[in-house]
C-alpha cells in the first residue's frame, strides 16, 4: 500500500510539471499501470511458489518466515501509516491543482500562492497524524497484543460455597403414552432387556399419560382378546395364544416378573405395531380419537414394568368422562382406585391431559373453575380410599403456555391449586413441518423455553409461592417426532439444553416423554435399542446430582455483545456431582457443555477449579451418517448394550490438572471435576 501511494504521488508530480510546461502526457495512465504492475505479479507468484513447495520443511519455514514479517509489520505500522497518508494528501492536492491547469482555468501566477497555502495544509495535518500515531503507540505498548487463541479462550468457574437450586432426585423422569394399549407393546414391558434399560435411568418417575389420557377407560377384567385391539388376520390367533401363554408364565414368578420372548414373536409385534402407528398418527394429526381400554391384567403389567425398574408410577385419569352438566364423572376412576388399592399398588395421580385443547379435540371446553372442582373431587376420592389417603396428586397438565393456557391456569391455581402436590405442564419444540437437522440446533428454539417456563413461574408465583413446578411433558417435537430425525444425536442438543435450563430455572422434575412407544421422539427404539437420547440420559443420571450450581463465565470476543461474554451456541451448565456415584466422592462437580459451533472451543478451567483432575465423557455421533446417526461414542468409543443384562462399561479420559478443555464442534461434554471439595457439594 505505501510503495503503491509512493508510485501515485512521483507520477502525479511528473503530470503537473509536463502541464507547467505545456506539453501532453498522454501516457499518464499507462504509465501508471506499468509502474504499479510488479507488485501484482509479486502478489500473484507467492501463491504458485507455496503450491510448489516441496516438503514440511519449507512449510516451516516459511511460517516462521510469515511471523518475523507480522513482528516486523507491526513495529513499522505506525510509521508506514504516516507515509501513506501524508503521500495521499499531497497526491490529491497535486492532482486537483494539475486537473485546473490542464483546463486553463488558473492562471499561472498564482501557482506560488497556492503551493505555500498548501504546504502549510499539509504540515498541520502531518503534525495531526503523527500525533495520534504517537496516542496509538502508547495504547499498544500499554498492552500485549491479543493473539487469535486468546481471544477465543472461554475462562469457567463455579461457585462452590452454595448452590442455587436444589432439585427432585428424581429429576430426570420418564413418560409413556398409553397408545401402547392399542399398539400391543404393553405385553413386552416384562421383557428383561427393556426393564434394564428402564432400571438403569431409575431413580425417577414413569408418567403414564398423554393425548389418550382423557380416551382410557379403566374395566376390572383379565385380559379378553377383544379388548387387546385389532392384529393382522394371518398370525392374530398364534400371537394372541403367545401373549397368553408368556401372562400364564409371569404369574408363576414372584417378585419381578421378567420375560424373555422369541424373536419371531417380537417381529410379529413390530409388524402390527407399524400398522397401528398410521391408525395413532391419522388420530392426533385430525384431533379424532377413539377410546382406549385399560384392563386390571394391563395395569399389572403397567405397574410390574415400573415396580421391576425403580420407577415410581403416576397414573392419568381420564378427565373427559363428563355427566350432562358438564360436571365430571368418577365412576371409572373410583373402580380403579379400588382396585389399585387392593393389589397395594404404590401410584401417584393426576387428572387430564392439557385441558386447554379439549375444545379442539371434543368441541367441549372445562373453564379454569369447573378442573379446580374436579381436582378437588379427586383428592376426595383419595382420601376416601385410605390406602391413598396421602397419595401425590399433580396437575393441570396444561399444554404450551400460551394465551388461552396461561388464563386456565391462573384461574386453575387461584380456586384450586392448594389440592395439587406439584404444578404440571408441558412443552414440545418443533412440529413435524421440521425437516432440517440445522433447525434443532438453531439458538432462538433452544431459548424457547425460557420464555415459556418465566410464564408459568409466575403464575405459580403469585398463587402459591412455594409450589414446585414440573415440565409434565417434554420432547424435541410434537406428534410423534420425525423419522431421522428426532430420534437422532441433533435431538440431543435440545434434550440436554432441556435439562441445563430447567435445572437453572428451578423446575423440579422433567419427565422425557417418551421411554418407549410409537413414534420417534422415544429414547428406546422397537428393537431394544438405545437411542442417542438414552445415552446422554444415562450419563446425566449417572453423573449429574440435584445442586444447580452458579456458572461464571468470561471469555475474549473479537465482538462482544453487550450483557453475554460468550455465544449463545456454547452453553454451559454445573452441578454436584450425583451422590449414588461412587467413583466420586462427595464435594465434586459435574459440568456439562454443549458445543453448537462448527470450531473448536477450547475452555479453561479457573477460579476454584484450576489445576484440578477432570474426568471427561464426551459424546459424539458414530458413523458416517453425522448429526443423523442413531449411535453415539464416547470418548471414540461406540456405546451398545453387552447384552440383555449389562450396560458398557463408561470410561471417563483422564485431562491433566490445568490442562484446557477441547470442545470439538457439534458436541456434548460432561466433565466431573474431582477432589474439589466444594462446600455446597459435601453437605
Avoid at 414373536?265 to 405395531?273: F, G, N, P, S, Y
Avoid at 456415584?581 to 475452555?603: A, D, E, F, P, Q
Avoid at 458416517?624 to 458398557?648: C, I, R, W, Y
Wanted: net charge positive.
Amino acid at each position: 500500500m505505501i510503495h503503491q501511494a509512493g508510485v501515485l504521488h512521483s507520477l502525479l508530480l511528473e503530470r503537473v510539471a509536463c502541464l507547467l510546461e505545456g506539453r501532453c502526457c498522454h501516457s499518464f495512465w499507462q504509465q501508471l499501470v506499468k509502474r504499479l504492475a510488479p507488485g501484482r505479479e509479486l502478489r500473484q507468484r507467492a501463491p504458485k511458489q507455496r503450491e510448489t513447495g516441496g516438503g514440511g520443511d519449507t512449510d516451516s519455514q516459511d511460517h516462521r518466515n510469515k511471523y518475523l514479517y507480522s513482528k516486523k509489520r507491526d513495529k513499522r505500522t505506525s510509521g508506514d501509516l504516516n507515509q501513506f497518508f501524508i503521500r495521499l494528501l499531497s497526491g490529491v492536492v497535486v492532482a486537483v491543482l494539475g486537473s485546473a491547469l490542464e483546463e486553463r482555468k488558473m492562471p499561472k501566477r498564482f501557482l506560488p500562492q497556492i503551493f505555500f497555502g498548501l504546504s502549510l495544509w499539509l504540515v498541520f495535518t502531518a503534525q495531526a497524524l503523527i500525533s495520534s500515531a504517537a496516542t496509538y503507540r502508547r495504547l499498544v505498548a500499554g498492552g500485549k497484543r491479543q493473539s487469535f487463541l486468546e481471544r477465543t479462550l472461554i475462562l469457567l468457574d463455579v461457585n462452590t460455597r452454595s448452590p442455587v437450586k436444589v432439585l427432585n432426585d428424581n429429576f430426570l423422569s420418564l413418560q409413556v403414552d398409553p397408545s401402547i394399549l392399542k399398539n400391543g407393546w404393553l405385553d413386552f414391558l416384562s421383557s428383561k432387556r427393556l426393564v434394564t434399560l428402564a432400571r438403569g435411568l431409575s431413580p425417577a418417575y414413569l408418567r403414564f399419560g398423554g393425548k389418550r389420557t382423557d380416551f382410557l377407560q379403566f374395566h376390572n377384567l383379565k385380559n379378553l382378546a377383544k379388548f387387546r385391539g385389532p392384529g393382522p388376520d394371518y398370525y392374530l390367533k398364534n400371537y394372541e395364544d403367545d401373549i397368553v401363554r408368556s401372562d400364564i408364565a409371569l404369574d408363576k414368578q414372584k417378585g419381578c416378573k421378567l420375560a424373555s420372548h422369541p424373536d419371531m414373536m417380537l417381529e410379529l409385534q413390530r409388524e402390527k405395531a407399524a400398522q397401528m402407528q398410521q391408525v395413532l398418527l391419522k388420530e392426533q394429526l385430525s384431533n379424532l380419537y377413539s377410546d382406549v381400554t385399560i384392563t386390571a391384567r394391563s395395569l399389572d403389567k403397567l405397574y410390574n414394568f415400573a415396580d421391576c425398574a425403580g420407577l415410581h408410577l403416576i397414573f392419568g385419569i381420564n378427565a373427559l368422562h363428563r355427566n350432562p352438566d358438564n360436571s365430571w364423572n368418577a365412576s371409572s376412576a373410583l373402580s380403579l382406585l379400588k382396585y389399585s388399592a387392593g393389589k397395594k399398588y404404590n401410584i401417584s395421580w393426576e387428572l387430564g391431559n392439557e385441558p386447554n385443547s379439549y375444545r379442539t379435540m371434543v368441541a367441549r371446553s372445562v373453564n379454569s373453575t369447573r378442573l379446580a372442582q374436579d381436582y378437588i373431587l379427586l383428592k376426595t376420592l383419595l382420601q376416601s380410599v385410605r390406602y391413598y389417603s396421602r397419595a401425590s396428586l399433580y396437575g393441570p397438565n396444561i399444554g404450551r403456555p400460551r394465551k388461552n393456557a396461561i388464563l386456565l391456569l391462573d384461574g386453575f391455581m387461584k380456586n384450586g391449586g392448594s389440592v395439587v402436590d406439584a404444578v404440571t405442564w408441558q412443552h414440545y419444540y418443533i412440529d413435524r413441518r421440521v425437516t432440517k437437522v440445522e433447525d434443532f440446533m438453531k439458538t432462538r428454539l433452544l431459548d424457547t423455553l425460557t420464555d415459556q417456563i418465566n410464564k408459568v413461574l409466575k403464575i405459580v408465583k403469585i398463587h402459591a409461592p412455594e409450589k414446585r413446578v414440573w415440565l409434565g411433558g417434554v420432547g424435541p417435537a410434537w406428534a410423534g417426532g420425525i423419522n431421522n430425525l428426532s430420534d437422532t444425536f441433533a435431538a440431543g442438543f435440545l434434550w440436554l439444553n432441556t435439562l441445563g435450563i430447567s435445572a437453572m430455572q428451578g423446575i423440579d422434575v422433567v419427565l422425557r416423554h417418551s421411554f418407549f412407544d410409537y413414534g420417534y421422539s422415544h429414547l428406546v427404539d422397537q428393537h431394544f435399542n438405545p437411542l442417542p437420547d438414552y445415552w446422554l440420559s444415562l450419563l446425566f443420571k449417572r453423573l449429574v446430582g440435584p445442586r444447580v450450581l452458579a456458572v461464571h463465565v468470561a471469555g475474549l470476543q473479537r465482538k462482544p455483545r453487550p450483557g453475554k461474554v460468550i455465544r449463545d451456541k456454547l452453553r454451559i451448565y454445573a452441578h454436584c456431582t450425583s451422590f449414588h456415584n461412587h467413583n466420586y466422592v462427595r464435594g465434586s462437580i459435574t459440568i456439562y457443555i454443549i458445543n453448537l459451533h462448527r470450531s473448536r472451543k477450547k475452555i479453561k478451567l479457573a477460579g476454584t477449579l484450576r489445576n484440578k483432575t477432570v474426568h471427561q465423557y464426551l459424546l459424539q455421533p458414530f458413523g458416517a451418517d453425522g448429526l443423523h446417526s442413531k449411535s453415539v461414542q464416547l470418548n471414540g468409543e461406540p456405546l451398545a448394550m453387552v447384552d440383555s443384562d449389562t450396560f458398557p462399561e463408561l470410561k471417563p479420559r483422564t485431562l491433566r490438572a490445568g490442562r484446557t478443555i477441547a470442545m470439538p464442534p457439534i458436541s456434548i461434554g460432561f466433565y466431573v471435576i474431582k477432589n474439589i471439595n466444594a462446600y455446597a457439594c459435601r453437605r
